[in-house]
């Protein structure tokens, strides 16, 4: 068995990356631990940095489609890893889970039609939504013994006249993997109402203890035919730099619809080679690693909870069920949202990502990202729990 070394802290400065290097323009400074944006601090695995090395030894880049390997890939990762019997001709491409949205918003949905999202939820659902000139109907996820909950009566209300619902499944910012039960509900009142499901399952490899993903589309075929899954290897691989995500459409006529605005109206299909050649590798190859990763980033979510509970009781966890993000309950803090944001990064030089960009149910939270060694997260708990006590 191979060991990785996740304690490895490795400088990312002046690599042109989104969490080091645009600190000052987000946060106003360069002086915050950056832990918001959801790659991670880690390495990316070997294997896959091997086999973009041996496609370079062929020294030509020309134009590449994705062969059968990448949909092979796919379908038996999602066979081992989630049990789920994939077509090969349910898979479409994107170059990230956010262009499938959006581009499933213009394909398969009208301007002025109403889709509906549950907040607090990553925040690029909403945009999908309103600059595309559709509109956004809440389906607020409630707070219930430290776990966000699906609102089912609040859901057959807005559903009535809705066509599309976009959901995070397993949920960020709050971590929950949505269970049978809550996805058939869900499922059932799509249905009776006609309401396309748009299951985002990027974080679905990110799965901790106990728990288990079931992807949305596995649980019959009336679900499958109206759900569109998507999904992509670039959160559990750390390859969010190679923009390439895929869509499991099994509606015939939904995928059409999809590939018609990729291929034609937008001419975006073609993708990168090394998006590709990472993605089989990582599908191939990754299971063990990924095992050892879930289990450091599971420890640095503990280590938090525990930390959290010694010094700083004003600050509660929403202990994650997957993904590497902890919602982090600040609303004892007493402070206003402006208040809190200040409190992070100017007193704790922390540059975690506010809760009110996810919406409704977002004031009074801080979402950090624990992707990373474990003396990062340390030293940021040490400088939350000292701000707090300068107070
Ligand atoms: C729920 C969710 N969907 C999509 C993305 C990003 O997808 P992509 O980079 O493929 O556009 C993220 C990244 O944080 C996410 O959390």
């Known amino acids: 068995m191979k060991s990785y070394n996740f304690d490895e802290i490795i400088a990312r400065e002046n690599t042109d990356c989104v969490k080091y290097d645009i600190r000052k323009l987000f946060f106003g400074t360069e002086d915050v631990i950056p832990m918001w944006v959801a790659d991670m601090d880690f390495r990316t695995p070997d294997f896959i940095i091997n086999a973009i090395k041996d496609r370079l030894q062929h020294e030509i880049l020309g134009y590449t489609f994705r062969g059968k390997d990448f949909n092979r890939a796919i379908i038996d990762w999602m066979k081992k890893r989630h049990n789920w019997s994939v077509n090969k001709n349910w898979v479409s491409f994107s170059p990230g889970v956010v262009p499938a949205v959006n581009m499933l918003v213009l394909s398969l949905t009208l301007p002025g039609d109403k889709i509906i999202v549950q907040p607090p939820v990553y ?22 013994n ?148 879930l289990d450091y980033v599971w420890k640095n979510i503990e280590f938090v909870e525990d930390f959290c509970k010694k010094h700083i009781p004003q600050i509660k966890v929403i202990k994650p069920e997957s993904t590497y993000m902890i919602w982090l309950d600040c609303r004892d803090m007493a402070m206003n949202g402006d208040e809190l944001k200040d409190f992070f990064i100017k007193k704790a030089r922390l540059g975690f990502n506010d809760g009110r960009t996810f919406g409704t149910g977002g004031e009074g939270f801080m979402r950090i990202n624990v992707a990373c060694p474990k003396a990062t997260v340390k030293q940021a708990m040490d400088q939350l729990r000292d701000a707090l006590k300068s107070l």
């Open 146 to 293: 430290g776990r966000l909950n699906m609102d089912f009566d609040d859901l057959i209300t807005k559903a009535k006249d809705a066509k599309m619902m976009i959901i995070s499944h397993p949920h960020n910012p709050g971590g929950s993997v949505w269970t049978k039960q809550e996805l058939t509900k869900m499922a059932e009142i799509c249905i009776e109402n006609d309401v396309i499901m748009v299951s985002d399952e990027i974080h679905s490899d990110l799965i901790f203890p106990e728990q288990k993903h079931i992807p949305l589309a596995m649980l019959g075929n009336d679900i499958a035919n109206q759900t569109i899954t998507c999904n992509a290897p670039s959160k559990t691989f750390n390859l969010a730099g190679l923009a390439t995500s895929y869509l499991i459409i099994p509606n015939k006529n939904y995928l059409e619809k999809y590939n018609e605005t990729l291929n034609d109206k937008l001419h975006i299909n073609m993708g990168n080679i090394f998006g590709a050649i990472a993605l089989q590798s990582a599908y191939a190859n990754g299971e063990e690693w990924l095992d050892k990763l």
């Open 123 to 144: 925040f690029p659902f909403f945009s999908a939504i309103e600059k595309n000139d559709r509109i956004i109907i809440e389906n607020p996820l409630k707070l219930e």
